[in-house]
């Protein structure tokens, strides 16, 4: 396990015009304290500048090709070159339906430039938030899974629990995820985002993780149950207001190898997804590492087998 802290963010970047979707990704990942102060002469909150201009960024961008549409909230949005996927992109919001993918865009358009020509593509996905039915995503993620091959999953937020659900041997990437659906329900996070996406009601007797938890959408949705896969790589700003860093720290801590842990000192809930961020180049540069890495392991295992 590493920490690799790095200072002095400046998350920068253009703006456009998409105001509603702005204000839902502020409601819905800074309802849990993380939204605009109401003490005079404090600084503005950057997570909740930073959503703001991804929205806009991410309209102004536009949608990448629409390579599958099952629904309109069921998609792969690709970057890059018309070529299998090197990455899987999986947006948050804390599973609710008002905030969407568009944010992401402006990371999925880095990551497609970063890999490169030969590199695979990027998927942007969409998939169903429905309060009370946690399986509708789930479902979606695993057809997106089926014809992903080996690529790597990535996800922030509810996107990083989902990907750590969902990531198959390639590995994942979770960027202030939340890796503990448990946790985050007895903290009730988000005004109790966790039992709003699962329909089901936390006893404040349960202890995450422990036997008294009984089996429900609580505990089978739980990616720390599970485990996670080979090459799982938890990132996480030690100055997140969405999603307290402890849920990365703590589930790399209690799973050990194979998770790697990096930690950004100083960085908020956006700036591992945000281009403009001084953090961006080195989440970036890992993430086409371990895609590259997968794609070369995979490409002398087709040789050995045919041989």
């Not at 998927?123 to 790597?152: H, I």
């Not at 030690?238 to 307290?244: G, I, L, W």
Request: proline share 8%; with cysteine.
């Amino acid at each position: 396990m590493s920490r690799a802290p790095h200072q002095n963010p400046q998350p920068t970047g253009d703006n456009a015009e998409s105001a509603e979707n702005a204000e839902n990704a502020e409601n819905a990942e800074n309802s849990n304290g993380a939204g605009k102060s109401d003490q005079p002469g404090e600084p503005e909150n950057p997570e909740e500048t930073a959503t703001q201009r991804l929205h806009r960024a991410g309209a102004a961008l536009g949608p990448g090709e629409i390579i599958a549409r099952h629904a309109p909230d069921d998609l792969i949005e690709r970057f890059g070159p018309d070529a299998p996927p090197g990455v899987v992109l999986v947006h948050g919001g804390y599973w609710r339906p008002r905030v969407d993918r568009e944010y992401l865009r402006p990371m999925a358009a880095r990551l497609a430039a970063e890999l490169g020509p030969t590199g695979g593509s990027v998927w942007l996905v969409e998939y169903p938030r429905v309060p009370g039915d946690p399986d509708a995503g789930v479902r979606a993620l695993q057809r997106v899974r089926q014809r992903s091959g080996d690529a790597v999953w990535v996800g922030h937020s509810a996107g990083g629990h989902l990907a750590l659900l969902t990531a198959g041997s390639a590995g994942c990437v979770s960027l202030g995820g939340l890796t503990d659906l448990e946790r985050a329900a007895a903290a009730d996070l988000s005004d109790g985002a966790a039992a709003e996406f699962t329909g089901e009601r936390w006893d404040p007797e349960w202890v995450p993780g422990s036997d008294a938890v009984p089996d429900n959408a609580f505990r089978r949705l739980n990616p720390i149950r599970r485990g996670f896969a080979d090459h799982t790589v938890l990132v996480h700003g030690d100055a997140d207001r969405a999603v307290p860093v402890e849920f990365s720290r703590s589930a790399a801590d209690w799973l050990g190898k194979p998770v790697e842990y990096r930690e950004l000192a100083g960085g908020n809930h956006f700036d591992p997804v945000d281009p403009g961020s001084s953090y961006f180049p080195q989440v970036a540069e890992l993430i086409v590492e371990l895609s590259r890495a997968t794609a070369a392991a995979n490409s002398d295992t087709t040789r050995s087998a045919g041989q």
